[in-house]
C-alpha cells in the first residue's frame, strides 16, 4: 500500500487536532454560561485556532518535508484536508456532545429566542420583521443535526480565508541552482 503524502498526512493530524480542541473550546464556554452557538463568525475563536494549526501544518510541510519550498497550490491543498478534517471531525463531535448534554438544544432555543424578541429596531428594519418571525417560529425545531452542520459549513467559510492568507505567507519557491 502507498505511503500518503507527507502534507496529507501532517494536514489530517493538524485537522483531528484542532478539531477535539475547538469542540473542547465550545463545550467549555457552554459550560460558563456563553452558548456557543450565539457567538458571532467573525468573533469565533476558530479564526484564531485555524490560523494557528494551518501556519504549523504548512511550516512543517515546507520546512522538514518540502526542501524549503511551498507552492500556492500545496498550502491551499494542505489547508483544506486541515479544515475540512476539522470540520468534519468537530461536527461529528458536536453531534455526540449534544446527544449526551440534553440541556444544549434548549439552552440554544432560549437564548436565540430572547435575543431575538429584544432585537434593537434597527436591526428588525435591517433584518425585517418577518424574517425575524419566520426565525422564532422555526426555532422549536431546531436540532443537534442543524446544529452541527452550521458549524461545518462555518468551519469551511472561516477555513477557505485563513487558508488563502497562510499560503500566499508561506510560500516559498525552490531555490534555482
Do not use: W
Not at 14 to 40: E, K, W
Not at 66 to 80: D, I, K, T, V, Y
Not at 114 to 132: C, F, H, M, Q
Amino acid at each position: 500500500m502507498k505511503k500518503p503524502s507527507p502534507l496529507f498526512a501532517i494536514a489530517l493530524r493538524y485537522g483531528a487536532i484542532a478539531a477535539v480542541l475547538s469542540i473542547a473550546l465550545n463545550i467549555a464556554m457552554f459550560y460558563m454560561g456563553r452558548h456557543p452557538v450565539m457567538i458571532a463568525p467573525y468573533l469565533d475563536f476558530r479564526i484564531f485556532l485555524y490560523g494557528i494549526f494551518i501556519f504549523f501544518c504548512l511550516k512543517e510541510f515546507r520546512d522538514l518535508h518540502n526542501e524549503g519550498a511551498l507552492h500556492f497550490f500545496q498550502g491551499m491543498f494542505g489547508s483544506f484536508v486541515l479544515v475540512a478534517t476539522a470540520g468534519v471531525v468537530g461536527s461529528i463531535l458536536y453531534r455526540i456532545f449534544g446527544a449526551l448534554e440534553t440541556n444544549f438544544i434548549p439552552e440554544y432555543i432560549r437564548f436565540m429566542t430572547e435575543y431575538l424578541k429584544s432585537a434593537p429596531e434597527e436591526e428588525v428594519a435591517r433584518i425585517g420583521k418577518e424574517t425575524i418571525e419566520r426565525n422564532l417560529e422555526a426555532l422549536p425545531s431546531t436540532n443537534m443535526g442543524q446544529i452541527a452542520s452550521l458549524y461545518m459549513v462555518q468551519s469551511f467559510v472561516i477555513g477557505l480565508f485563513i487558508s488563502i492568507i497562510m499560503s500566499v505567507i508561506l510560500r516559498k519557491q525552490p531555490k534555482s541552482d
